[in-house]
């Protein structure tokens, strides 16, 4: 079996784990804006935290990895490989998507620049993907800074391209090939 532990000079990043399920939900909880532009809402209960732990474990690893991100020792946040694909009929596609959010407490640190750089590292590296790709919400700027940071290239927006609470979205799109990613 693969090992999935990353280590930076200031993190670690190890595949989820059901032990982390209340420190996942702590953090959401006290932190109601954090799933604002997220696929999710913040949890009321600890259950579907647990629901969503156990998501993170039904396509693991081949089409899904989630890290949680410790820094000195603490759980601050989650960084994915999601919807890895490596063909498309008979096409070869090899790509997968990153996803991410920090705990507000710990951002302006420069933690998830480093914990996406080394899961992008990863899945270009360990997992031999040729493409990754991002998106955020059109308003959120702070995705866009660390997504710029990484070296993504600007594709284009996909004009309300999904809906939450009641209102549709757009979304920026980004894409980063293994030949030009620089650690």
Do not use: C
Not at 42 to 56: A, R, V
Not at 61 to 76: A, D, L, M, Q, Y
Not at 116 to 131: I, P, Q, W, Y
Not at 150 to 156: C, I
């Amino acid at each position: 079996m693969q090992n999935f532990e990353i280590r930076t000079e200031q993190l670690f990043l190890r595949t989820i784990e059901k032990s982390d399920v209340p420190e996942i939900f702590r953090v959401a909880r006290k932190n109601p804006d954090l799933p604002k532009f997220m696929s999710w809402n913040p949890p009321e209960q600890i259950k579907e935290t647990l629901t969503f732990f156990e998501s993170t474990q039904k396509d693991f690893p081949e089409k899904s990895v989630v890290w949680s991100i410790f820094f000195e020792e603490k759980f601050v946040g989650i960084v994915s490989l999601e919807k890895i694909e490596r063909k498309y009929g008979v096409l070869q596609t090899d790509r997968a998507e990153i996803g991410y959010w920090l705990d507000p407490e710990f951002h302006g640190n420069g933690i998830m620049p480093e914990a996406a750089r080394a899961v992008l590292s990863f899945g270009f590296e360990n997992l031999d993907l040729h493409k990754i790709i991002a998106h955020h919400f059109s308003e959120n700027i702070p995705s866009k800074k660390v997504i710029e940071k990484l070296g993504f290239r600007f594709v284009g927006t996909l004009e309300k391209d999904f809906g939450k609470n009641g209102r549709w979205h757009d979304a920026k799109l980004y894409e980063l090939l293994k030949k030009n990613f620089k650690k």
